[in-house]
């Protein structure tokens, strides 16, 4: 099934990032000379996605007026001759169309992708964390990578990728078997659990593709870890009621919202040489 919608929740305060998140968002941090977000809605669109549903909080609102057509820089622009930056930002408004949704209390990862139910309707989705860039070694998309997995087994998909055992309290953790090359069978799904109650170090890497199921399923989770909307609690209804895939990432994930993660992916400036497909 063509999956059209692309959900990218960036509605944290990014608490990590402070100071510069008080005025700026992270999403709109450079990396590669580009801000993370454009990273993010490229990978989206080199998957085949149209339509891209930014969760955004007050204050966030220049992450979507980036993708949208400043009539006055282009008039100057075109007056000055300067007609290859012209092209360049027509190109990135056009890239994609851009709905915004507000998450108006910051409740969770969980909360956010709910606040994209109306906007996405009754049709399978993905979903893409706005603060990770995803670089693969094959430099292909990875939420393509979810897409032909979704197809294949017709069952929602998260990313996966291996993590030291000291990191895994930080995220949410896959426990599986994999039953063909790089694909697993989800077994259960756990948020930020202690080292000693999981034997997997598999964490999600902040891109998934869901059925429209998770919806009803989010909108029955109670507050979890940290008192937030746990994506990863109603991603473990969806697999009791639906079965989860995970995919392996051969590649590298920049989590941007933590100060070295934004220098690392930046310092790693040599290796974004995807020519075209990373832009
Ligand atoms: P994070 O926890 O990494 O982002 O959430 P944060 O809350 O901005 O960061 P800190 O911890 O305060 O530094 C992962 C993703 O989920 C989004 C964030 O914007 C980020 O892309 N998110 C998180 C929301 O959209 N809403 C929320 O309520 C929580």
Known sequence: MRIRKAVIPAAGFGTRMLPITSAVAKELLPVNGRPVIEHVVKEAVQAGIKEVILVLSEGKEAVADYFRPNKRLADQLLKNGR??????????WDLAKITV?????????????????????????????????I??????????????????????????????????????????????????????????PDQSATDSNLAFCARYVFTPTIFSLLENTGQGVNNEIQLTDGMQKLLEKEGVNGVTLEGERFDIGDPKGLLYANLSIMDFNCGDELG
């Open 83 to 92: 007609h290859a930056e012209l092209e360049e930002l027509e190109r990135i």
């Open 101 to 133: 949704v507000y998450q108006n209390e910051q409740k969770g990862l969980g909360h956010a992708v709910l606040c994209a139910k109306d906007a996405v309707g009754n049709e399978p989705f993905a979903v893409l964390l706005g603060d990770s860039i």
């Open 135 to 192: 670089q693969t070694d094959n430099c292909h998309s990875f939420t393509q990578q979810l897409i032909d997995a979704f197809n294949k087994y017709e069952r929602s998909v998260v990313g996966v990728q291996e993590v030291e055992e000291c990191l895994i309290h930080r995220y949410g953790i896959f426990e599986g078997a994999e039953f063909e090359d790089g694909i697993l069978h989800g077994k259960r799904l756990i948020e930020k």
